[in-house]
């Protein structure tokens, strides 16, 4: 008797196991209140039962894909175009699935460490924001601190939240008003991923194959990847951040992404620009978007102490990236900063300078200034006592120079062949270059702004948005 019983639990138990099975499920990022991405095809995927047919329907639309021997199906559906109204997304194969109140708009990864996943809470002013922060057009999902050796299709997540005074306090600041501002100017929804972790490296949320495409990471990373992949879960290994937070978004489009980090990074100088083209050229793969537009913060001047000039060295890698890098644009904070916080609070800046670049490189605003003063080349005669700095037009346009004080352009520095820097005097000549003197350099060779951790100069363009500091000796 006692074996017939076992005998009729283990078929219960199967059959309950079996009728576990038939259901159908989907990655925790396709959520009701998400954003879809406007005017490309999205994939909508999952798991069901092999051999099932699995039905999606949303915006008068239909589509249908078997599930494959792996358990997952994928359909994609067609471009449309940006609706704030919100509908429904059904899903039916083993089981039926209601995803409610789907927009349609632009969707934004936003990445990096502390400084972007620094809160609305913990910002500049939050009692107004978080009071004002009736925005139901936003909405935001953040990807909680998660890690692993190898890509993992899922993630643990709180869902999409819609934008209201009860939850804003928590998204990511700079992403918010980032979005805040493009949901302003292009009047269509937004989305926000939220994929960052506070102290982290660059390299963990770099994928396999972007330390694939830099040979001068080879030897470093590239060589190792097995041996990452083998590795206990780190926070500071190479890949695990990508496996664990980027790779479970995937296929899902997104529009582009906004990237703040760095200071994790802090005195790898140029080493530094060839991980951003790994980390740039990795997400572009992975999404198989190879202009996958890519807009970063400069970093803050801050008291780091040792060597005042360590930080310039980032400094220059994150130009050098805005400059090399197609489709990439870069916000300097020289001017909304706190030398002795880490982390400054006016994040609505932040937001805003990322998104004048998208503005004016994705929506065709072509009145927007979305860039200071970018270092362009020097010229000079052999002899003279004076060495002029040319900066980069915009679309064709200068945008004038000025100081934000009104007082002379300061943080200049020139040397000579003998590489003795000297602090400068510097004259704005013609509204759009500088003249720069010392009398103790009688033939000066380059020129070097800013360079300092603690160095907040005043040059500006006429939109008020700060120079970038550059060095042309630095290399």
């Avoid at 963990?204 to 194959?209: A, G, M, Q």
């Avoid at 972007?210 to 470093?220: D, M, N, P, Q, Y």
């Avoid at 995937?250 to 951003?276: C, D, R």
């Avoid at 020289?334 to 994705?362: C, E, Y």
């Amino acid at each position: 008797m006692t074996k017939r019983l076992l005998s009729l639990s283990c078929v219960v138990v199967f059959f309950s196991a079996v009728f576990v099975q038939a259901e159908t499920k989907l990655p925790n990022i396709l959520g009701s209140n998400m954003v879809l991405q406007q005017g490309e095809k999205c994939p909508i995927w999952g798991w069901d039962d092999s051999d099932k047919q699995v039905t999606v329907e949303f915006a008068g639309q239909k589509h249908t894909a078997k599930v494959g021997d792996d358990g997952r199906w994928e359909v994609h559906l067609d471009p449309m175009k940006a609706n704030a109204k919100g509908q429904t997304l059904t899903i039916r194969g083993s089981s039926k699935l209601e995803l409610k109140d789907v927009l349609v708009g632009e969707v934004w990864l936003c990445s990096g460490q502390s400084n972007m996943e620094w809160t609305v809470s913990r910002s500049a002013n939050p009692k107004e924001e978080i009071a004002n922060g009736n925005h139901p057009l936003i909405r935001h999902i953040k990807v909680p601190h998660q890690l692993s050796p190898t890509p993992k299709d899922n993630m643990v997540t709180g869902g999409w939240q819609v934008c209201s005074p009860k939850v804003v306090a928590n998204f990511t600041a700079v992403g918010y008003y980032f979005a805040r501002k493009l949901q302003s100017d292009i009047k269509v929804p937004i989305g926000l991923i939220g994929s960052n972790w506070g102290g982290t490296r660059i390299e963990p949320w770099t994928p396999p194959v972007g330390f694939k495409s830099v040979k001068e990471l080879k030897a470093s990373h590239t060589d190792r990847l097995d041996a990452f992949a083998k590795a206990r879960p780190g926070r500071g290994t190479p890949t695990h951040m990508y496996n664990a937070m980027i790779h479970p978004i995937l296929p899902f489009t997104i529009k582009g992404a906004i990237w703040y980090q760095g200071e994790s990074n802090n005195g790898e100088g140029m080493v530094y620009y060839h991980k951003m083209r790994a980390l740039i050229a990795g997400w572009r793969s992975v999404w198989n978007k190879p202009n996958l537009p890519f807009y970063f913060v400069q970093l803050a001047p801050f008291r780091y102490g040792g060597d005042p000039t360590r930080l310039a060295g980032i400094w220059h890698a994150q130009l050098t990236t805005a400059q090399k890098i197609p489709n990439t644009g870069m916000a300097v904070t020289t001017d909304i900063t706190n030398l002795r916080d880490i982390h400054p609070k006016n994040k609505q800046d932040v937001g805003k300078r990322l998104a004048l670049w998208a503005l004016a490189k994705d929506y065709g605003k072509k009145d927007v200034v979305y860039s200071g003063p970018l270092f362009e080349k020097v010229s000079y005669l052999e002899g003279k006592d004076s060495i002029t700095v040319h900066f980069k037009k915009l679309d064709g346009k200068q945008h004038g120079l000025k100081t934000s004080d009104g007082k002379a352009p300061s943080h200049f520095e020139i040397a000579g062949k003998d590489g003795a820097w000297h602090p400068a005097e510097a004259t704005i000549v013609y509204g759009d270059h500088l003249k720069l003197k010392s009398a103790k350099v009688k033939s000066p060779v380059h020129v070097r702004f800013g360079w300092n951790q603690l160095a907040e100069p005043n040059l500006v363009n006429r939109a008020g948005l700060p120079a970038s500091p550059f060095n042309t000796a630095f290399k």
